[in-house]
C-alpha cells in the first residue's frame, strides 16, 4: 500500500477519534488546563511509527524530512521532540498539533481495560485531582456503559492499516525516526506526490 493511502487511512482514524472525543468530552466535562503539557514531559512516552506516519509525510511534502531526521540520530533526549516546553514547571504545547500521534489523542480522554475486563479512564494526575467531581462522575458513568474511546480497539484498527508499523511500539523518539526512514526510503526512488496531498487517492 503507498504511502499516501497508508497516511489517508491513518488520518481517517484520527478523524473518527476526534468525534468520538469530542463527545465524550462534551459529556463528561473533562478537559485540560490551558498551556499544560506535562504528559509530553515524561521519557517513557512509547508510541507506533504508524500514528506519526502522517506527521512525517508532512514534513517530506515540505522539504524538512532529512533535517528533522539527522535532529533526532544527533539528540539524546527522551522528550517527544515534537513537544516544545515553556517553562520548568510542566508547561509546554505540541509544535505539530495537527500530526500528533494516537496516543497523544487518546490520553486523557479514553479508556484502558483493567484485569477485571472492566473499563478505566487512563488520564492524568492532574486532573484526577484537580477534577476531582467531574473525574468521579466520569469513573462512575464509564462503569454503567458511558461511550468513551479504547486504547486497545483504536490501536487494533490502526494495526489493520499497516501491521507492520503499527505493531511496533518504541519510545516515542524512534517512533518518529522510523517513520521519517519509511516515508524518505519509500520515495528515494518513486517521484514527489504531485500537489502533495491533493494528490491522495479517494
Not at 50 to 62: G, M, R, S, Y
Not at 66 to 89: A, Q
Not at 140 to 166: C, R, W
Amino acid at each position: 500500500m503507498s504511502i499516501e493511502r497508508r497516511v489517508q487511512l491513518v488520518e481517517n482514524l484520527f478523524l473518527q477519534l476526534e468525534k468520538e472525543s469530542t463527545k465524550f468530552q462534551q459529556t463528561s466535562g473533562i478537559g485540560c488546563i490551558t498551556g499544560c503539557g506535562k504528559c509530553c514531559t515524561y521519557p517513557d512516552v512509547e508510541a507506533s511509527p504508524l500514528e506519526f506516519l502522517p506527521w512525517a509525510f508532512h514534513l517530506f511534502l515540505n522539504g524538512e524530512a532529512e533535517k528533522t531526521l539527522l535532529l533526532l540520530n544527533k539528540s539524546t533526549d527522551l522528550t517527544c521532540m515534537i513537544y516544545k516546553p515553556l517553562s520548568i514547571i510542566g508547561q509546554g504545547r505540541c509544535s505539530d498539533y495537527k500530526y500528533r500521534g494516537l496516543i497523544c489523542r487518546l490520553f486523557g480522554f479514553a479508556a484502558n481495560t483493567d484485569k477485571y475486563g472492566k473499563l478505566r479512564l487512563a488520564t492524568c494526575k492532574i486532573i484526577k485531582e484537580g477534577q476531582p467531581e467531574n473525574y468521579n462522575k466520569t469513573a462512575d458513568a464509564i462503569t454503567k456503559d458511558l461511550s468513551i474511546p479504547v486504547f486497545t480497539e483504536y490501536y487494533m484498527q490502526l494495526n489493520q492499516i499497516d501491521f507492520h508499523l503499527g505493531n511496533i511500539i518504541l519510545p516515542v523518539n524512534k517512533a518518529l525516526k522510523m517513520a521519517l526512514e519509511e516515508v524518505l526510503q519509500y520515495y528515494a526512488y518513486r517521484p514527489m506526490p504531485v500537489n502533495g496531498k491533493n494528490a491522495l487517492p479517494a
